[in-house]
């Protein structure tokens, strides 16, 4: 724990805020006001945009993990450079580093295991992917930028050749999705992306029935996969693209104009390479095209950001969400412990019904937007004290 302040880049610390407030707004449960009133496409588009898409496609949702990736590759050179000026060298940063990936995956595993009767060795938690790959982002750090993008190309290109190259098995039926709904199956080349049936998946069936099991694994329901930490790199180093320019002397127009051609690009050629069924846009295995199409969004989304803090010095209008970003350890271990004993407590004072004060059809968003500020209170009060977790 560290109880001093440092200075930050506000752009990136109100981004890394409005991606966790994404992430902890789950309780307000717009799916199931939107069950309540099916016939509203206001409360069924919210809906829509707080849950994670079956398979090919992108929701909001959908880019919170890749977002929060990404803004672990543009902190890294900031890092770097102040433990370097500190007088930190390379070795003491590697086993620093170290230590931060080793605490990060068993944190993703400790929070996955929440309400077992045993460990769930699983990997697919978004501090685990981080966490896996970062000590090699950290070495993909120190090389020059024409070997960072050669280093991004591998992961990429590679990722997609295993799967390309891995034969699935035949299968005549249709999956379910986590709504229980039949998923039908990708045909022709894009079959080596299918659900279940994939390269990692596979590779799980083996990896992950090598730590003890409350019973054998077979498979993730979403379809997530221990692999993606890869392609998840790859993610990691379009945030560290990012963060080379922020670092850069270049002006701040210089900048904004570089991030938008980073999103625009990315943008057209993950949605070319999906539509020509190169490789789908496929988030829950982290295809390579969801790493082109989904860094394209994260580069837009700090260009907004950007220009609204560091071009027009809108600095104030965010607090409620810088108050968030500079805590956002602390916010993700929160939005995945302490919500659970407060909304279990919130009856036991207010009364059973307390949530209902609006109608039936509103009793999930009261309660859950009360729960959402509650925890917004608490890492008030730690910002207040100045009281901010690391790794």
């Avoid at 919210?46 to 949702?61: D, K, M, N, P, Y």
């Avoid at 890749?66 to 370097?84: E, N, Q, T, Y």
């Amino acid at each position: 724990m560290n109880q001093t302040s440092t200075q930050r880049n506000h752009a990136v610390d109100i981004y890394r805020g409005f991606v966790m407030f994404l992430m902890m707004a789950e309780v307000l449960e717009f799916s199931k006001v939107s069950e309540a009133i099916p016939d509203s496409k206001f409360w069924s588009f919210l809906a829509f945009h707080q849950s994670h898409v079956e398979w090919v496609g992108c929701s909001l949702h959908d880019l919170i993990q890749p977002s929060f990736s990404f803004l672990v590759g543009v902190a890294l050179p900031f890092s770097i450079a102040s433990r370097m000026a500190k007088g930190a060298n390379f070795k003491s940063l590697l086993l620093h580093t170290l230590k931060r990936s080793l605490i990060l995956i068993l944190l993703g595993v400790f929070l996955r295991s929440t309400g077992r009767v045993m460990t769930n060795w699983t990997f697919e938690d978004t501090l685990t992917q981080i966490g896996l790959g970062y000590t090699i982002l950290f070495l993909i750090g120190f090389l020059k930028p024409k070997m960072q993008w050669v280093s991004f190309a591998v992961i990429l290109v590679g990722y997609w050749l295993a799967f390309a190259l891995y034969t699935p098995p035949k299968v005549d039926f249709y999956l379910l999705g986590e709504d229980g709904q039949p998923q039908p199956y990708l045909s022709g080349f894009a079959a080596h992306w299918n659900k279940f049936t994939n390269l990692a998946a596979a590779f799980d069936t083996w990896f992950l029935n090598l730590f003890p099991r409350e019973k054998p694994y077979t498979f993730n329901r979403g379809g997530y996969v221990t692999l993606s930490f890869i392609p998840t790199l790859g993610t990691m180093i379009l945030g560290l693209f990012a963060g080379n320019i922020l670092k850069s002397e270049k002006s701040n127009k210089e900048k904004l104009r570089q991030f938008l051609i980073y999103g625009v690009s990315l943008l057209v050629i993950g949605f070319l390479l999906n539509l020509s069924g190169i490789c789908p846009t496929v988030k829950r295995i982290w295809t390579p095209t969801w790493v082109l199409f989904s860094g394209g969004w994260c580069f837009l989304l700090l260009s907004l950001f950007y220009f609204l803090v560091e071009i027009k010095g809108r600095n104030s209008w965010f607090e409620f969400l810088k108050i968030i970003g500079v805590n956002s350890i602390a916010a993700y271990v929160i939005a995945h412990t302490l919500v659970y004993f407060i909304s279990d407590n919130l009856p036991v004072h207010l009364g059973k019904n307390y949530a209902q004060i609006f109608g039936e059809h509103y009793e999930h968003l009261v309660s859950g937007a009360l729960v959402l500020f509650l925890e917004w209170l608490v890492l008030w009060w730690m910002h207040k004290k100045k009281i901010f977790i690391k790794i």
